[in-house]
């Protein structure tokens, strides 16, 4: 009576109702209390030992988190604060590019990291999403629902600079009237990502993560333009586009009227055309002033145009294309005789950024797929305009428009980010007000460019403190004229923005690294061994010493790094190797960090990372993807692929003696293989003998109840067996548990059980009840399977996520 009082709790339940799916539901799904699923209505002692076998399942699939993520701050709680996050969906395109869709999976995401980590002040934030398709009169509207929030800690989005001019100042056009004084009054943190910065160059808290047209952007196509030494320079410049007008005005002022011979204004005809009439003129003009390079800054879509009647004329200077290379049909781009050069924030050829790559590649290529639908609403479908495209089998999510959506996303990610660590600057307890002023504080002083930098998910990000807009890495690309096949790559110089803003000249180095052979990996040291060749283009002042490894292992005993430089090739003349190619062979230890959770059945990075010595600055190039050499040898492990991956990085500096923050940056580059790590060992030496035991455990169950004693002996041996198993095998150094750990936590608890349910089988209060021994019986010879079988799903899926 006592057991059954003791057992009152558990409320009336019973086995009918609860199906494998059910279970599979709980464990693999909520991981809450296995026992909700049993449904009520029955005998307290089925629930029982139904969930001691349910909870066996759960704890071994669903295993606690470290107790670094325990010490996490508690969850945000309370009412919510909100963010607006401004969208511009096109109405008009056939396909959808799939920005919006990015920004929104991918703040989303980053709300729930804010929220996980305690919100704003404790309080939750909540992001609200708001549609302008690109018309002016639905901006402003947008704009105004935001700030009539009172809970509102901050505005991020408009993307185009003429929607930013109706809604700051206005559009007579449009028939509508500014905001700029309203926004500025709110006080309310605006995060465009205008290119246009004079839109709101009175608005002390309003700021834009792209740089501008007229000190962003044109004065470093200004220098490389005199820097490379181009005599004659003319202009294409869209009339109808306010950051175009913008750049070319700012170019014309840089060069100089001795430089620019020829600047063109033309207008548009049409959403995605230019007025033929002034590309004829302007192609007339060029021929009689032969120019050295045309700026064009018409847009990417309308360029290939302009770029055929160019050449189509017979003309072949070099153009700057302001826009992307990628927007252009390859027959137009490939066909032009002349080099081209464009000017991007982000989309660099044949490398990634680093850690978007990492994130990515950690899920199902499908879940990051986001342009390419098809907009079924737009009018080119009723006018025969929109045509159908093939889409492919297999599409890289981190190529073309699809790897420029989730950069945006990722820029707008970053900002809820920094927009929480603004408003949390505030002291505890303060209210909305001065939240957004913490935050318009720290973009305005803690983020200044020169003084220090947001560490965002996936860049890092200072804003200017006269113009408040971003300042970003601009890289200079080149269409080369002379290659076999024609790749868009590095210039060969760049130029980087210094504290003071001015612009210093860096050299690119076109180099590869060729992995030979990758052995002894250490998860406990986090090191392996690697054998590779280095190869460089022989460029000016292109040298290894020039390099640091940054992962190369340090002896800490002698201080230096474990790595040793053969010199193969100089670069010169040699009938045996390339010309103007430097090689070297190199071995050494090196760092990496394993993700030990899915251990045995893991895929890991071993990377090589390079960066520029002290003194020195340079950007990376590697070649392109399909040429690099795949072959890796190694004794463990499988190599699945591999990527280059390039970062912005920064050295955070103090003046101890004026306690004047600032910063020095540079580029890293990591050039990446994943390898999966070979199994056959561990399923020899682990898994077939844990199946054996486990076998033997269950079988016993089936001896006659009147050798109770060899039935338990033969269970409480197989227990031991595995804790044995278990003790002799190399102990991993891991925050988290590992799939292996699961495996024998999983064995132990079964195992357990039918010890468990062994005693109770023969109890006299369950032996007088025939249909409760028959329930447990039930438990033991089919429960105990189908648990195993959960867990051999849940161990086959994930070997199949790594591979």
């Excluded at 840089?254 to 230019?274: I, N, P, Q, T």
């Excluded at 130029?495 to 052995?519: E, K, N, Q, W």
């Amino acid at each position: 009576m006592k057991m059954r009082r003791r057992l009152g709790s558990w409320g009336s339940t019973t086995m009918p109702g609860m199906t494998f799916a059910t279970i599979l539901a709980c464990c693999l799904g909520r991981c809450g209390n296995p026992c909700s699923v049993v449904r009520s209505g029955g005998p307290a002692w089925i629930a029982f030992f139904s969930c001691i076998g349910l909870s066996a399942v759960c704890v071994a699939i669903c295993m606690p988190a470290p107790a670094s993520a325990q010490a996490e701050a508690q969850a945000a709680q309370g009412p919510p604060m909100s963010v607006a996050v401004l969208l511009s969906s096109s109405p008009d395109a056939c396909y959808d590019r799939g920005y919006d869709d990015a920004i929104r999976k991918l703040t989303l995401r980053e709300q729930e990291n804010v929220n996980r980590r305690g919100g704003v002040g404790g309080r939750p934030i909540e992001i609200n999403f708001l549609d302008d398709a690109r018309d002016p009169k639905k901006a402003i509207a947008n704009v105004k629902a935001a700030l009539a929030d009172p809970q509102l800690v901050g505005i991020i989005g408009l993307t185009s600079s003429d929607l930013g001019k109706a809604v700051f100042n206005g559009s007579e056009k449009d028939g509508v009237a500014g905001m700029g004084e309203e926004i500025g009054a709110s006080g309310v943190p605006f995060i465009t990502d205008m290119s246009v910065s004079n839109n709101f160059a009175g608005l002390k808290n309003v700021f834009s993560t792209r740089p501008s047209q007229d000190e962003g952007n044109a004065p470093v196509v200004t220098e490389f333009i005199k820097e490379s030494g181009y005599a004659k320079v003319a202009l294409i410049v869209n009339n109808d586009r306010l950051y175009s007008k913008t750049f070319g005005d700012a170019v014309a002022a840089g060069l100089g009227a001795e430089k620019v011979v020829a600047d063109h204004r033309v207008s548009e005809k049409g959403s995605d055309s230019l007025d033929p009439a002034g590309i004829v003129a302007a192609i007339a003009d060029f021929k009689q002033k032969s120019p050295d390079i045309v700026v064009i800054a018409v847009g990417s879509s309308r360029s290939a145009a302009a770029l055929t009647e160019i050449r189509n004329a017979g003309l072949s200077p070099a153009i700057f294309l302001i826009g992307s290379l990628e927007r252009i049909p390859p027959e137009v781009r490939n066909s032009y005789p002349g080099p081209i050069f464009e000017l991007t924030l982000s989309d660099l050829p044949e490398v990634y950024n680093a850690t978007l790559g990492d994130l990515v590649r950690q899920g199902e290529p499908d879940d990051w797929l986001f342009d390419g639908k098809k907009n079924a609403a737009a009018p080119g479908w009723t006018d025969g305009s929109c045509k159908p495209v093939e889409t492919p089998e297999f599409r890289d999510p981190l190529a073309g428009d699809n790897r420029r959506a989730i950069e945006r996303g990722s820029q707008f990610a970053d900002m809820i980010a920094l927009l929480a660590a603004g408003a949390n600057a505030a002291p505890q307890g303060s209210d909305i007000a001065v939240r957004r002023k913490a935050v318009v504080d720290a973009l305005s002083e803690t983020y200044a460019a020169g003084n220090g930098a947001f560490r965002g998910t996936f860049n890092n990000w200072s804003f200017d403190k006269a113009s408040r807009v971003a300042v970003r890495p601009l890289l200079l690309i080149i269409l080369p004229t002379g290659a076999k096949e024609r790749r868009r790559q590095l210039a060969p110089f760049q130029f980087l923005r210094l504290r003071d803003g001015s612009l210093r000249r860096i050299d690119t180095l076109y180099l590869d690294i060729d992995l030979v052979r990758a052995h002894r990996a250490d998860d406990n040291d986090k090191t392996f061994l690697a054998e590779f060749y280095l190869s460089m283009r022989a460029n000016e002042n292109a040298d290894i010493k020039r390099l640091d490894f940054t992962n190369a292992y340090v002896d800490p005993r002698s201080g230096g790094r474990q790595i040793t430089i053969e010199a193969i090739h100089d670069g010169g003349e040699d009938r045996a190797y390339p010309d103007q190619m430097k090689i070297y062979r190199v071995s050494g230890r090196f760092l990496f960090k394993p993700d030990l959770r899915s251990y045995p059945f893991d895929t890991q990075r071993f990377y090589i990372e390079v960066k520029p010595l002290s003194g020195t600055a340079f950007i990376v190039q590697p070649p392109p993807q399909s040429l690099r050499d795949r072959d890796v040898a190694s004794d463990d492990w499988q190599p699945k692929g591999q990527y280059v991956g390039l970062g912005e990085d920064f050295i955070p500096v103090v003046d101890a003696y004026t306690h004047a923050p600032s910063v020095v940056p540079f580029y890293r580059a990591q050039y990446v293989w994943l390898m999966k790590r070979e199994v056959n060992d561990y399923m020899l030496r682990v898994v077939a003998p844990l199946l054996f035991i486990l076998v033997v455990a269950y079988v016993s169950i089936f001896i006659p109840a009147t050798h109770f004693e060899a039935i338990v002996t033969i269970q409480v041996t197989a227990l031991l067996s595995a804790v044995a198993l278990y003790l002799s095998l190399p102990q991993l150094d891991s925050d988290t548990a590992t799939l292996s750990d699961r495996l024998f936590l999983f064995y132990y608890m079964m195992v357990s059980v039918m010890i468990m349910i062994t005693i109770a089988r023969i109890n006299r209060h369950v032996a007088a009840r025939k249909w409760l021994k028959l329930a447990l019986g039930f438990i033991h010879t089919l429960g105990v399977p189908l648990a195993v079988a959960a867990m051999a799903w849940h161990v086959v899926a994930l070997s199949q996520a790594g591979a």
